[in-house]
């Protein structure tokens, strides 16, 4: 009894034995690396270049005084839509004390004109109803009396200007209301009630009172690399993408591309220009920074790969084919002729099929035992 169980106990460790030198042997055994396999497949391929800049509108006006003086009234602000000649501000004039001494000094010597001339007047009047003058001499008291008042009246006039900015008869047609020159909406009022104002002229652009623009007439304003102005043309369709409107997109046509580039950050790049269509009820912001995707060659249905999946040999271009099963794949070297590439899938003209299984990225051990536990 005791040499039967002597026996078995050798059994059972050389069973022991044999089990775990077999675990450690499958253990250190290396593992063939597995890698996943992509068809061809069909589909459109766009090569574009995408420009940075700004939706801004075509035309936007700086109303600016034509007189000098402090804001008594504004009558909009940043939001409003306006009319051409819709009153924007009032301006009160600040007189010079030289010109406005010299104008009261007009005044006095014209009125004291105006009474001599008056008193010669009546006294030839009353000579001339009695046939003691001539009417010549009648005539021409009654012309310096007439000229006296017109002296009087302009002189009078002159100080109001230069008080006031404004006469008596023509209170609509003052330079101390300012007017929109355009239909539009008021962009911005830099202004305050008070603030001087200076006018525009020769020497001096003007305070700006208000910004208006015609918010239906925007475009685009970008940059282009030299590298790609000469692959686009006026007329090309472009469409926009606004950073601050999410999920919408713009179309728009490049009408303007500037002759002449701009060194900016090292590189040469070409100001472009593009009307913007706007659908009805869309509304833009002035400012808005916009990425304009330009299409410079576009494909259809055409056999493409994911472009990570092409290797290089010198200047020619393969990729591996699995030419053995799943389970023992077997790759073999195949060069390619490739065609339009939009930077994620590329054309393959020659050297594929629908049903090639291309070579991809190696697949990690551990998340492939975990695939095989989920499918378990």
């Given at each position: 009894m005791k040499k039967v169980l002597r026996i078995l106990g050798i059994i059972v460790l050389i069973g022991?034995?044999?089990?775990?030198?077999?675990?450690?042997?499958?253990?250190?055994?290396?593992?063939?690396?597995v890698f996943e396999t992509k068809n061809p497949f069909v589909s459109d391929v766009e090569m574009k270049t995408v420009a940075t800049g700004s939706v801004v509108p075509r035309y936007?006006?700086?109303?600016?005084?034509?007189?000098?003086?402090?804001i008594d009234e504004l009558f909009v602000v940043a939001g409003d839509h306006i009319s051409k000649g819709q009153v924007v501000a009032r301006i009160k004039i600040i007189p010079d004390m030289v010109m406005l001494n010299s104008a009261e000094t007009r005044v006095n010597r014209a009125n004291i004109n105006n009474e001599d001339a008056k008193i010669s007047y009546d006294r030839q009047q009353k000579l001339f109803d009695k046939d003691v003058v001539s009417y010549?001499?009648?005539?021409?008291?009654?012309?310096?009396?007439?000229?006296?008042?017109?002296?009087?009246?302009?002189?009078?006039?002159?100080?109001?200007?230069?008080?006031?900015?404004?006469?008596?008869?023509?209170?609509?047609?003052?330079?101390?209301?300012?007017?929109?020159?355009?239909?539009?909406?008021?962009?911005?009022?830099?202004?305050?009630?008070?603030?001087?104002?200076?006018?525009?002229?020769?020497?001096?652009?003007g305070t700006t009172i208000a910004s208006v623009a015609d918010m239906d007439d925007m475009i685009f304003e970008g940059n282009v690399d030299e590298t790609e102005v000469g692959k686009i043309k006026e007329g090309m369709p472009i469409q926009l993408e606004i950073g601050a409107i999410d999920k919408e997109k713009f179309d728009a046509f490049l009408e303007y591309i500037s002759p002449k580039g701009k060194e900016e950050n090292g590189a040469i790049q070409f100001e472009i220009k593009a009307n913007v269509h706007l659908k009805e009820g869309q509304f833009i912001r002035a400012g808005y920074s916009a990425n304009a995707n330009i299409v410079l060659e576009r494909k259809d249905s055409v056999m493409v790969i994911p472009e990570g999946l092409l290797k290089f040999d010198n200047d020619s271009s393969y990729v591996e084919i699995n030419i053995g099963t799943l389970e023992e794949p077997n790759y073999e070297k195949r060069f390619v002729e490739t065609g339009l590439s939009d930077g994620i899938n590329i054309e393959i003209t020659e050297g594929l099929k629908l049903e090639d299984e291309v070579k991809g990225e190696k697949i990690d051990p551990n998340k492939l035992r975990e695939d095989e536990a989920t499918n378990d």
């Open positions: 022991a034995f044999g089990g775990t030198m077999f675990f450690l042997y499958n253990k250190s055994k290396t593992k063939a690396d936007e006006i700086e109303i600016k005084p034509q007189v000098s003086g402090i010549e001499e009648f005539k021409r008291a009654k012309l310096e009396y007439d000229s006296s008042k017109e002296e009087l009246a302009s002189a009078e006039n002159n100080l109001e200007l230069i008080k006031n900015g404004v006469t008596k008869k023509a209170k609509s047609a003052t330079n101390t209301l300012v007017r929109s020159t355009i239909d539009g909406m008021v962009l911005d009022v830099p202004i305050e009630v008070g603030n001087s104002v200076i006018q525009a002229n020769t020497f001096n652009a």
